[in-house]
């Protein structure tokens, strides 16, 4: 049998991948994707994602964290074309190497799928077909695009189960997924989701399903899996320690926006948006003194219910009269960071509390 | 596993069997009429009626014609007919084919005429081919197989003569030959029930998270709707077409009747004419083992086409 095409390593590079110099274009480039939803029982369309750019890098792996309904899984969908009945790409760009996929029409989009760009599912149990069994799900589609024959689709098979640490992968790979547990159906989906070796993977919460020891499992086989094929990650979490542990930059939404960016330590050490210090000071892996650990107050705003100006100032223990109305683009603030506050000054010393305790 | 499901499934229709008799038995002495009299004319003398009579064992009590009846029954006798001379098991061995076959086309035809249609509507919903394949499909529900029969008699026969419109032919070839326009009758009475639950469940297929991730994956939209969205619809699908199809087993005696052929249903029809109660009893019965194994059919293939599903 031949050695592995996922073993082989592209280029062993170091784990951690320098930001890329200014002016090379990105692996992925989104720019100003909107993407608009009718909210429950309304006509009028409501943007849930507005205006979104960010890049990848080759390599990189990019965390991208919010509460929930802040756009996330819809940013994610939009890149790949694959929109729920009912949500639509009002505007904006997604190019994947320097190719456009949003005005691109189906054949662009067919091409980049699974070789290029790919996307992980929070729940392994639906994103597996169910009357399958899930041996001929990791390579049903890699059969197509690579031109196995069925000798060598099983022996990839057997190959990617292998790899992602699954034991006894003869006997797992003839199984249906309900037969499997929540651990064995991710490991299951990521292998389906690497047979082509694609260069970007979309992390929808691929853990979020799982319990806690899986969590960790899973955590450390997309570290190592990226260390050995230096595939790009956007990883979408509401857990900021395995960003810490995955990922070179982040990226908050609040309510369909970005509202701040930068490097994971610089963000860490030092948010320069509230809602961001909000999220930190409320996980308790990064901020490890418990007495300090302190919830949002209020709830995220409802579809259609955006606040004017800038949607988290209702929350904010920052917020001025400033706030409550006027746009709030994403500010530059040098060194790939940005943040969409205006007070970006108080905030830098309200985080500055944080370090202390730190 | 499969084999001890199947095994009980079979013995439960001992009881069908038996409770299908009796209900048979009994209400068709409640029909009045003198089946020995019919048989020999309104000028008959009563002490030939009365010979007749003797002759079909009709003048015992009725239990005990029923105990006879049941006696002969369970050594494969289903008496002999009155009209016919033969037995009746005979005859119905005879005519069973037909409509077994007949059974087999509407199936057949039915997902033929079905998976294109669902197919269309379901891959835009709301969209023109939907609302097209609506319309056609309520308007098939309103329309009695009798009339359609008669229409595709009309259409086939007179306008484009291609199928022979009435009778079963001599030879197999034509035997099947002329067995298409009935089976199409069949077919167009289950489809419009069919496509709609194809429909439903591929619109729900294609809109799940599995199909999205066969997408990122890369699968070919060819893929993505046969082994992803058909596969999956099938699976409801499977049970709707199963219940329409034993809903039709009696619908046979209409179509046959109509396209003239020589199957269960028109020798029904002869029988109750002719008041030849053994026939009619035979038919019965087999109309009733028919529906059962149709049911049992439909849930094994649902259970094949289901690994979540158990069988016990
Ligand atoms: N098909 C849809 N039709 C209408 N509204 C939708 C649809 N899908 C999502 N939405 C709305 O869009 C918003 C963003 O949804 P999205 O799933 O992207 O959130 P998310 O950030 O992934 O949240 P979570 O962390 O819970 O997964 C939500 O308010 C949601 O209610
Ligand atoms: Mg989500």
Known sequence: MRAGHLVRPRERGPALVPPAPSGRPGLLEVEGLTVSVSPPGERRRVDVVSNVSFNIMAGEAVGLVGESGSGKSLTLRAILGLLPAGATVKGGAVRFEGVDLLSGGKRSLQRVRGTGVTMIFQEPMTALNPVVRVGEQIVDAARRQLGWSRRESSEHALELARHMGIRDPDAVLSLYPHELSGGLRQRVMIAAALACQPRLVLCDEPTTALDVTIQAQIVALLARLRQESQMSLLYVTHDLAVVAQLCQRLQVMYAGSIVEKGSVAEIFASPRHPYTLGLIRATPDVHTVVDELTGIPGSAPHVGARPAGCAFHPRCSLATIECSSGEMPLRDLGNGRASACIHVDACQSAAEGLEAVR | ?312
Not at chain 2, 214 to 229: D, I, M, N, Q, W
Not at chain 2, 267 to 293: E, K, N, Y
Request: proline share 6%; glycine share 10%; net charge positive.
């Open chain 2, 1 to 312: 596993m499969l084999a001890r499901y199947v095994a009980r499934r079979l013995l439960l229709l001992v009881p069908v069997v038996f409770g299908v008799t009796l209900l048979l038995f009994f209400s068709i002495h409640l029909v009045p009429g003198d089946p020995a009299r019919s048989f020999l004319g309104d000028r008959a003398t009563p002490s030939a009626v009365a010979a007749l009579n003797k002759a079909w064992g009709l003048d015992h009590p009725i239990p005990v014609q029923y105990w006879l009846f049941l006696d002969r029954l369970v050594h494969g006798n289903l008496g002999q007919s009155l009209f016919y001379q033969s037995s009746t098991a005979g005859l119905l061995v005879g005519r069973l084919p037909v409509t077994l076959l007949l059974l087999v086309y509407g199936a057949v035809g039915s997902v033929i005429i079905s998976v294109p249609l669902a197919t269309l509507a379901a891959l835009h919903p709301g969209g023109a081919a939907d609302h097209s394949v609506r319309v056609v499909g309520t308007v098939g529900i309103g329309m009695p197989s009798f009339w359609v029969g008669t229409c595709l008699i009309i259409l086939f026969g007179l306008v484009v003569p291609v199928f022979p419109v009435g009778g079963y032919g001599e030879t197999w070839p034509s035997h099947l030959w002329s067995l298409v326009l009935p089976g199409l009758t069949i077919a167009i009475s289950v489809s419009p029930m069919l496509v709609r639950s194809l429909r439903t469940s591929l619109i729900e297929a294609l809109g799940s998270d599995y199909v999205a991730f066969a997408r990122a994956k890369g699968a070919s939209p060819s893929v993505v709707l046969t082994r992803y969205g058909l596969r999956n619809a099938a699976v409801a699908a499977v049970s709707v077409l199963g219940v329409n199809i034993g809903f039709l087993v009696g619908s046979t005696v209409v179509i046959e009747n109509v396209f003239a052929l020589p199957g269960l249903g028109s020798l029904m029809v002869q029988s109750i004419l002719d008041r030849d109660f053994p026939v009619v009893q035979g038919i019965t019965l087999v109309f009733a083992v028919l529906v059962v194994l149709v049911y049992l059919l439909t849930d094994l293939a649902y259970a094949v086409l289901d690994p979540r599903v158990r069988l016990t």
